[in-house]
């Protein structure tokens, strides 16, 4: 598996449930959440913007895509998580199951952020991002075309502790005609 075979595996609406382990807080959080992940054609304004801010040549993107959230954790029901981000693949020339992964908006911090992606052999792709005050790991997998994992760890900046661990189970929405 590429990264074009990642992404276009990705692309639909998903139905999520993770659970998260907060460390610093001794707390437990059941989050469920609906995804919808829409390919972005090579030239769309803001993938291009992504590849300027980082001083890259967007011709070098390839699948860049735009990831959307909604939903609701047991920890603070009165608060609805929802955000949006643009996210833009640039694989090494080099080594094609190695690249970057630009997005508008970070996981573990909400800041712009560029992490470093490869493909495991078995089709795993771990995604690493080193932010200010963290860095994040997640590793996604499919099971099936219409399920895929998600295990994440956000780790302290200096990768002494980890922070939050979490597991989700990602369901592809199926449509009926």
Not at 115 to 123: M, N
Request: hydrophobic fraction near 40%; aromatic fraction near 10%.
């Amino acid at each position: 598996m590429d990264i074009t075979q990642f992404v276009a595996g990705s692309i639909g609406q998903w139905k999520s449930q993770r659970s998260a382990h907060h460390m610093i807080f001794g707390h437990f959080e059941a989050v469920r959440s609906e995804i919808e992940i829409v390919a972005l054609t090579l030239d769309d304004p803001a993938a291009i913007a992504l590849c300027q801010a980082y001083d890259l040549d967007p011709s070098q993107a390839v699948m860049p895509f735009r990831m959307s959230w909604e939903g609701e954790s047991d920890w603070d029901e009165s608060e609805v998580l929802k955000g949006s981000t643009v996210l833009v693949p640039i694989p090494d020339p080099n080594l094609p199951n190695r690249g970057r992964l630009l997005r508008d908006r970070g996981y573990a911090e909400t800041i712009p952020a560029a992490a470093h992606y490869h493909i495991t052999e078995d089709g795993v792709f771990v995604l690493i991002t080193e932010y200010d005050r963290a860095a994040a790991e997640e590793r996604i997998w499919f099971v099936n075309p219409n399920l895929r994992f998600r295990v994440s760890t956000i780790k302290t900046s200096d990768g002494s502790g980890v922070v939050t661990a979490s597991f989700s189970s990602e369901l592809r929405a199926m449509t009926t005609t």
